[in-house]
């Protein structure tokens, strides 16, 4: 129980870095950054729990994580004011591909035990569903509020990522138990997501 919470928590603080840093390089005031971190660090949960027909979702009955969201969201933006950095520069770019990949990895198997862990019958299909949705849906709320392409659709190798960890997530859970499972799907998206950075990983696109 205390490694779920530990997880949960560090992919809020995570997605809330990286809702944080779109907030700045878009240039909103303290109240649109703090807005995209927490869209972004509890977005996809409450997609998740409507999802699993858990109302009102969690993020709403324990206001801990939105705190949390919020909380680091001002640091950011604080930190953001006394920094030289280009808020365009390669530095909030590196930061917002870790965190991203973080969060995304993290929340997505925090999706998958809380799917197996309700009262509706799962399966392999429905609990990738849902623990790529909570992975994924978070971002693209930030994504859409902030006004530009969802990267669930453009970035390279972003919700593939999210399904292989998840399926490995899932397959392994029967064998391992929870705790190993959910950080082998973690790791294996982190590493997807920074491979697919590092070589240019990218699915066909149209032209």
């Not at 703090?34 to 509890?42: E, K, N, P």
């Not at 006394?82 to 991203?100: V, W």
Request: aromatic share 10%; glycine share 10%.
């Amino acid at each position: 129980m205390y490694i779920l919470f530990a997880l949960e928590v560090i992919g809020t603080i995570a997605f809330a870095v990286s809702g944080a840093i779109v907030g700045i390089q878009k240039k909103m005031d303290i109240f649109g950054i703090s807005i995209l971190g927490l869209t972004t660090a509890v977005g996809g949960g409450v997609l998740r729990d409507l999802i699993l027909n858990i109302t009102p979702p969690a993020a709403f009955r324990t206001p801990s994580f939105a705190v949390i969201a919020v909380t680091v969201s001002m640091i950011v933006f604080i930190r953001s004011l006394h920094s030289s950095i280009d808020q365009k520069g390669t530095i909030y770019e590196k930061l917002l591909l870790i965190m991203d990949s973080v969060g995304l990895g993290l929340f997505t198997v925090v999706g998958i035990q809380a799917a197996k862990m309700s009262s509706v019958d799962t399966n392999l299909f429905l609990e990738t569903f849902v623990g790529v949705l909570t992975g994924v849906g978070g971002g693209l709320m930030r994504d859409v509020f902030a006004g530009q392409t969802p990267s669930i659709f453009v970035k390279k190798f972003y919700a593939s990522a999210a399904v292989i960890g998840a399926w490995l997530c899932v397959l392994l859970w029967p064998f391992t138990g929870d705790i190993i499972a959910m950080l082998a799907g973690a790791v294996t998206i982190v590493i997807l997501r920074f491979l697919a950075a590092h070589y240019r990983w990218s699915l066909p696109r149209a032209r």
